[in-house]
């Protein structure tokens, strides 16, 4: 029996369809929609990157196996883009070589491609998760998890702006830094999500997201609360407006998601597998869908002076031309999956797309969800 959890895939598939809608000018179309997107988006792929952490592995082990999923694929990206950059642009070898040490520090504000400061900062999210429950294991105690996870969450909120911006001294002079290295500074408040994918996995199953009550009622929570209160929340630009309202709406948002991907799952096969596919190609959406949107976003504006049919079709060609990129270049190169994080395998034993989580094969625990 597979240990893959289906509705787990196609709720990452509708997740990443999210993030591009995030990064475009969506506002436009429905600046609601756009609200609602962004109350629970980052919470939910936080939550879904912990759902099936293992830390009964050995740490060194799991260490490699972050390394190889999200920093690989990060730092190859790097320095793709300004080897680009000096080879067919106009960019000095000084400037690509500050650019990337910039991009080092791990922070979305020093990095072009914005949206990949979420693989460091999953990376470090990890490690703290797998420590956090390596630990309290231990203790066998969930009440005591529950509460030390609800106590991470409450200290992580004042030490979001504390850090962005920062000032420090080096030989004398000052700097004023956004963010700890790999945005370390939220490692709190994301893994609180990322550790609460772990626990729900503990005491739900599918039967428990297969109801369609959970579904009505999770969606009619979500858009009532967007409806009644704006509270922003952008993990990237420390925004975290409310403890209260923005903790429910991501919490209530993942439900949705998760009841919805379930639903999706036991009523169509079609749609469960287009999102499906979505979800395990996510990783190479997340890296390339920013560049290629605003490039054909920009294109249709330019010839049609329409801007919601610029943001649709940059929308598409954002999805669409990431999935070209990993079937054409990526899939069926041993070379490019290595340093996307696979391992390097002949092309027809290729089965599986990368996707934003460890894959299941070596992160999730071997037993089922417990209910």
């Known amino acids: 029996m597979s240990n893959r959890i289906q509705y787990i895939d196609i709720a990452r598939g509708i997740g990443i369809l999210l993030v591009v809608l995030g990064h475009n000018d969506f506002a436009l179309v429905s600046p609601f929609a756009y609200q609602v997107i962004y109350s629970f988006h980052m919470p939910l792929f936080f939550f879904l990157s912990g759902y099936f952490i293992n ?48 991009s080092l520090y791990g922070s979305g504000y020093y990095l ?41 969450l409450a200290i992580s909120i004042p030490l979001l702006k504390a850090f962005y911006p920062f000032s420090i001294q080096v030989f004398g002079k000052d700097y004023e830094l956004f963010g700890l290295p790999f945005s370390l ?3 709190l408040l994301s893994g609180f999500f990322f550790i609460l994918g ?32 704006t509270a922003r929340i952008d993990l990237n630009t420390r925004l975290y407006e409310s403890f209260l309202i923005n903790t429910t709406e991501s919490i209530v948002g ?28 996510s990783l190479i959406i997340l890296i390339f869908h920013v560049p290629i949107q605003d490039f054909w976003g920009q294109k249709v504006r330019a010839v049609t002076d329409n801007p919601q049919l610029s943001i649709w079709i940059g929308f598409v060609m954002g999805v669409a031309g990431s999935i070209l990129i990993y079937e054409l270049f990526i899939k069926a190169n041993p070379v490019a999956s290595f340093w996307f994080g696979r391992e390097a395998v002949a092309p ?19 037993t089922s969800p417990k209910v």
Do not use: C
């Open 254 to 281: 993942i439900l949705f998601i998760l009841a919805l991907s379930r639903q999706i799952e036991l009523r169509s096969e079609k749609l469960a597998s287009l999102f499906k596919y979505f979800g395990q190609v």
């Open 112 to 152: 072009d491609w914005v949206q990949l400061w979420f693989l460091p900062h999953l990376f470090v999210v990890s490690l703290y998760a797998y420590v956090f429950l390596f630990v309290l294991s231990r203790l066998n105690n969930r009440w005591l998890t529950w509460g030390m996870l609800l106590a991470t």
């Open 198 to 229: 772990s626990e729900i996995r503990q005491i739900t199953s599918e039967e428990t997201f297969g109801s369609p009550i959970l579904l009505t009622v999770t969606g009619i929570v979500l858009l009532l609360m967007n409806y009644f209160f």
């Open 55 to 102: 830390p009964s592995v050995g740490f060194w082990e799991f260490v490699g196996r972050r390394f190889n999923s999200l920093l690989k694929p990060y730092l190859f990206t790097i320095f793709m883009i300004y080897f680009v950059s000096v080879s067919f642009e106009k960019m000095s070898f000084q400037t690509a070589l500050f650019r990337i040490t910039k």
């Open 348 to 366: 027809e034993r290729s089965l599986e797309p990368p996707s934003l989580a460890a894959s299941h094969r070596d992160a999730s625990r071997e």
């Open 185 to 187: 500074d939220l490692v």
